[in-house]
């Protein structure tokens, strides 16, 4: 789907049964060529594939949203950037004292969907496009009497009467990802503006954020959800922890970790346990303090690693025995694995040049026993660990 005239065709009786015929129908590679070809003698061309395209997307979409996604409408990119359900649930909790919200730059409806279940909500968004789709989504899902929506520049919008807001800035060009939040769209300056009309503002970011640029006076939260870092977010006003700087938070559980720890962690010696802290933990730079709650410190000061004595069980990090350490070579490390039959192995590397695809080739492995290598630095040498999971 390229163009919002044939959007709106899809939305139309035409299109309703063209959708519903290709969903009843299937849609796999060995059937599209001969159904497209078929469809096209009785529908245009452009909704066919309109059609199609929004079918395969509503089948990637159920990971993010459900079974509400058979019912959706997306682009390619408003859904690799839409919130997933479980991430726009748990934020739109932070807005339960929230009467009336702003939703700016709302894209497809991922975060507008959680907003709306218990407000009323202004969804905004500048591409004519993006506003259509996340209308539609409005329509299918029931929110209307909670929503109303408008195209327009997010920098511009009457914000009298609101009493909090969520913004998204884009972060995507037609051709690349935007790194520099310099080039975020709303500017990174409409932050400021946007804080001091409102008050009560939540920022979605992209979870690289520079810490360095987080104002002082936000929270910035990292979200994990099944164990990839999704996104952060910054919080201010009443909508902000008090007291509270940094936290990661770990989905599906609810799991969070504040900074407390002011002290980085010692650099010691290998001990019997490795700990992999959570992505979220890493990138909301806690790791001090899940080193804390395991009783560790680091193998090496540039790397995430933890190793205790103690077997902690803690959400923030997964916990492995470590049987040995040497020094990397591979000579040493294939004879090693051939001595004791380990023959199947998982790879994780921190701070490694060393690419595992390539040494689990050149390891020519086999037997029946399993073994985790983690390929990093200790004390600054390059160095491989082999580990299993703790029970």
């Not at 900074?259 to 790791?287: F, S």
């Amino acid at each position: 789907m390229t163009d919002l005239e044939t959007f709106h065709a899809l939305l139309g009786d035409n299109g309703q049964r063209l959708l519903a015929e290709i969903s009843l129908r299937g849609l796999d590679e060995a059937n599209t060529l001969a159904l497209a070809t078929e469809l096209r003698h009785r529908y245009p061309a452009a909704l066919v594939a309109a059609a199609m395209t929004q079918i395969r997307l509503r089948a990637r979409a159920r990971a993010k949203f459900g079974d509400d996604a058979a019912r959706m409408y997306f682009t390619q990119t408003g859904l690799e950037q839409a919130t997933s359900a479980p991430v726009a649930a748990h934020r739109a909790a932070r807005y339960s004292a929230a009467r009336r919200i702003a939703d700016l730059c709302c894209g497809i409806g991922g975060d507008l969907r959680a907003l709306a279940s218990g407000h009323d909500v202004l969804a905004v968004d500048r591409d004519p496009l993006t506003a259509a789709i996340a209308a539609a989504n409005v329509r299918v899902l029931g929110l209307d009497d909670h929503v109303s929506l408008q195209c327009a520049d997010a920098t511009l919008v009457d914000l009298m009467g609101y009493d909090a807001a969520f913004l998204d800035p884009a972060r995507r060009t037609a051709e690349r990802r935007i790194f520099n939040v310099a080039d975020y769209q709303p500017p990174w300056s409409f932050i400021a503006t946007l804080v001091g009309r409102v008050g009560n503002v939540g920022v979605k970011v992209a979870p690289g954020i520079p810490h360095d640029l987080i104002p002082p006076d936000a929270e910035a939260e990292w979200v994990s959800l099944d164990g990839d870092v999704k996104e952060a977010a910054l919080w201010f006003g009443t909508l902000r922890t008090d007291g509270v700087t940094r936290r990661a938070t770990l989905l599906p559980s609810g799991a969070t970790l504040t900074a407390t720890v002011t002290e980085p962690p010692p650099v010691v010696p290998l001990r019997r346990y490795l700990y992999e802290p959570d992505g979220a933990v890493i990138r909301a730079h806690l790791v001090a303090d899940v080193a804390a709650l395991v009783g560790g410190a680091l193998l090496d000061p540039t790397i995430a690693y933890i190793t205790s004595d103690a077997c902690v069980v803690t959400p923030f990090a997964h916990a492995y025995t470590i049987e040995d350490a040497m020094p990397f070579s591979l000579k040493r490390l294939r004879a090693y694995l051939r001595a004791r039959a380990i023959g199947h192995v998982v790879i994780k590397k921190r701070g490694s040049p060393l690419t595992p695809d390539a040494l689990m080739r050149d390891l020519r492995l086999s037997g029946d026993n399993h073994r985790i290598l983690f390929l990093t630095k200790v004390a600054g040498k390059h160095t491989v660990l082999i580990g299993s999971t703790v029970a």
